[in-house]
């Protein structure tokens, strides 16, 4: 029987996958920068299309490399966070966070006046702002697939409008409208390319949804690929017959162009069609970038630079809810106030900035981790990446001078907040003791979402992960969630199968030797696995871990003698092969414990946990401690003598003390006696 890959829910195929890039970059501003494009440029405005997506083929190359390479949550910022500096990996991630905030604002604010100019002269437009985003917010939440079905739908009618307009207006296209090509000269070419640069900034978004994403080694190129060139070829169609079949001058007059053009030529159904086709973009692209918007904050969220709920995932449809419901508030902040007109600017300024960034990201990958497997390799390097960031900087100057007054107070907004983390931990240190108690319930309550690395992806690396993995629930209820996983392994079928099956980052190299461990880089993992089928490769390979500066390291082993070598060293050495992947699971989510085992598939279970010396419990008797009663203490073990728990018994700072129940229960006795004074 073949298996089936396991980890985060991916449901994400290739169709819905260029869904996300068309429902993004066929956005509104086809309906309506053509428009400035005419006042700009005139007819020169159709080259600047055909020239700046042919500019913006090495970005999207790039990316593609990327997304193939680390597929994980967060698209650009989780590139960068692996191999750039944290402060320049938090300012990328907050540009695009705030970029597309803010282009799902202005997709909003469009089509609520849309809906005022052409369905309801007296809508309110912060209500009709509310709505939409209230019900997108609802699709996202139940879960990328479920928005998707919706966004196709929309992307397919939107798609038939620009093709039946560029089809049947071609017939119109007056060869006198296009001549001269350049009426205002060249000057404005850069400057007009500049404007329409946010028109393309739609295949990116799918690298953010990778972890969703079926097969993503292969399906995040195609889909970038496919949508670059068909978004093109239709950018320009529809743009040479909206030049040629009206003239630029008209045109430039115009604040919704598209529509003004098919009225022009189809009368009062071309008119309606326009209306449908824009509204449509309008909701596609708020839906794409809300969800995109998301995954962002939740991998900001992940890393630590926000709050750790940011960081959760809706245990029911596995969807980052509380990222999603803080961007839908700050869109419809944005978007009701008005003011989103005057700094709608600033999109266009993060967004190249933290493009180029990404692109010169590439040479760092390349440079950093040359074992990493990547299922799609750049050419040319490493001039592409160079001409990536080039033809993305080279821009910002041609934007509007707010553009850097605005992105200059965002990028302070964003330093401090990165800068905060620590005069906040100040801050708890100053704190009452009380309310320094509560604060370390509630760290000892939250949940990690662990950086694993498995040196080894042979059988007991792929039952470790899987082990990590898992959804099923008695075993959800006792874990933290799901890990972020990265495999080295040596053989290049075993590094096929892994990928097949799993979709992460995945190192083709030998795992104990220090330059493959550096690529991996020890900022990107917080617990490396030695788990091999050899046990002095895991041993040499966790002794190498921790030469690095892994904090933690496990090493599987299954010979006694190989235990002192290595926890002299500060490695963690499991032994019991039977039980192998459970106490990686238990290690990993309970520090200081020492073994889990399951009784009755889940029925209860007995845990053991190591007593702090300045723990709450100690120098109290079992009787006096308030230990759950669906638990018992089943025994104390106190230098390596077993000790018959009775309610008179004292717990004593090193006790090792086993309790028996179920997973509920026994996790809140084990939090009882960690606590500390």
Avoid at 527 to 533: E, G, L, N
């Amino acid at each position: 029987m073949s298996e089936q890959p396991v980890g985060f829910k991916r449901n994400i195929g290739l169709f819905m996958a260029v869904m996300i890039g068309i429902g993004a970059m066929m956005g509104p501003g086809i309906f309506a920068l053509p428009g400035e494009l005419a006042k700009l440029v005139g007819p020169l405005g159709v080259l600047s299309y055909l020239v700046l997506g042919l500019v913006v083929v090495p970005t999207a190359l790039n990316y593609s490399e990327l997304g193939a390479s680390i597929p994980v949550a967060g698209g650009g910022y989780s590139f960068v966070s692996r191999l750039a500096p944290k402060t320049v990996a938090f300012l990328t991630g907050w540009f695009f966070w705030i970029g597309n905030v803010l282009a799902c604002s202005m997709y909003a604010l469009i089509f609520g006046l849309t809906v005022r100019e052409y369905f309801w002269s007296e809508a309110p437009i912060p209500l009709v702002v509310v709505v939409i985003t209230l019900l997108f917010l609802l699709l996202n939440l139940r879960g990328a697939s479920q928005s998707l079905k919706v966004i196709a739908v929309m992307n397919v009618v939107e798609l038939g409008i620009l093709a039946g307009f560029a089809v049947l207006g071609a017939f119109d296209v007056e060869p006198a409208n296009l001549d001269p090509i350049a009426p205002m000269g060249w000057g404005g070419f850069l400057p007009s390319m500049a404007l329409i640069y946010v028109s393309f900034v739609g295949f990116d978004l799918i690298t953010v949804a990778a972890e969703e994403i079926i097969a993503p080694g292969k399906t995040i190129p195609r889909a970038i690929m496919i949508t670059l060139f068909s978004g093109l070829a239709m950018y320009v169609v529809v743009v040479f017959v909206m030049m040629g079949a009206v003239h630029y001058g008209e045109l430039g007059k115009s604040d919704v162009p598209f529509i003004f053009a098919a009225d022009k030529l189809f009368g009062p159904w071309g008119r309606w069609a326009g209306i449908v086709a824009t509204v449509m973009a309008s909701l596609s692209a708020f839906s794409v970038t809300l969800g995109a918007s998301a995954r962002i904050l939740y991998a900001l969220g992940r890393d630590g630079h926000f709050p750790p709920v940011l960081a959760k995932l809706n245990t029911r449809y596995q969807t980052p809810h509380w990222a999603l419901i803080i961007c839908a508030v700050v869109a419809i902040g944005f978007a009701s106030s008005g003011i989103v007109a005057l700094v709608a600017s600033v999109s266009a300024f993060g967004y190249l900035t933290g493009q180029g960034i990404v692109n010169a990201t590439v040479i760092a990958l390349h440079r950093k981790m040359p074992n990493l497997r990547r299922p799609f390799n750049v050419r040319w390097f490493p001039w592409l990446p160079l001409i990536g960031a080039a033809t993305c900087w080279v821009f910002v100057p041609a934007l509007e001078p707010r553009s850097f007054s605005l992105g200059g107070a965002i990028t302070l907004v964003g330093a401090a907040i990165f800068l905060v983390r620590p005069t906040n931990r100040a801050a708890v240190r100053r704190a009452p003791e009380a309310a320094r108690r509560i604060l370390r319930r509630l760290r000892q309550k939250r949940k990690l979402r662990m950086r694993v690395l498995i040196i080894g992806g042979g059988r007991l690396g792929r039952n470790i992960a899987d082990r990590l993995l898992a959804k099923d629930e008695h075993r959800m209820i006792f874990r933290s969630h799901e890990h972020q996983i990265t495999f080295i392994d040596k053989d290049e079928e075993v590094c096929n199968t892994l990928e097949a099956r799993y979709g992460v980052p995945i190192y083709h190299g030998d795992g104990t030797k220090l330059e493959i461990l550096e690529q991996v880089g020890v900022d990107n993992v917080d617990v490396a696995i030695a788990a091999s089928d050899n046990d002095d490769q895991n041993v040499i390979a966790a002794m190498q871990a921790k030469r690095l500066g892994m904090q933690q390291v496990i090493a599987i082993v299954t010979q006694h003698e190989y235990r002192d070598l290595i926890e002299d060293k500060g490695i963690v050495a499991i032994s019991a092969p039977w039980a192998t992947a459970a106490l990686v699971e238990n290690y990993l989510d309970r520090p200081g414990m020492a073994e889990l085992f399951e009784i009755s598939e889940g029925i209860a279970n007995l845990i053991g946990v190591d007593v702090p010396t300045d723990a709450t419990v100690a120098g109290r008797a079992i009787k006096d401690i308030a230990v759950p009663k669906e638990c018992v203490v089943a025994a104390v073990v106190r230098s390596k003598t077993f000790v018959v728990p009775r309610g008179d018994t004292v717990i004593e700072p090193g006790d090792h003390v086993i309790f028996v129940g179920p997973a509920a229960a026994i996790k809140d006795a084990r939090e009882l006696f960690l606590e500390k004074t």
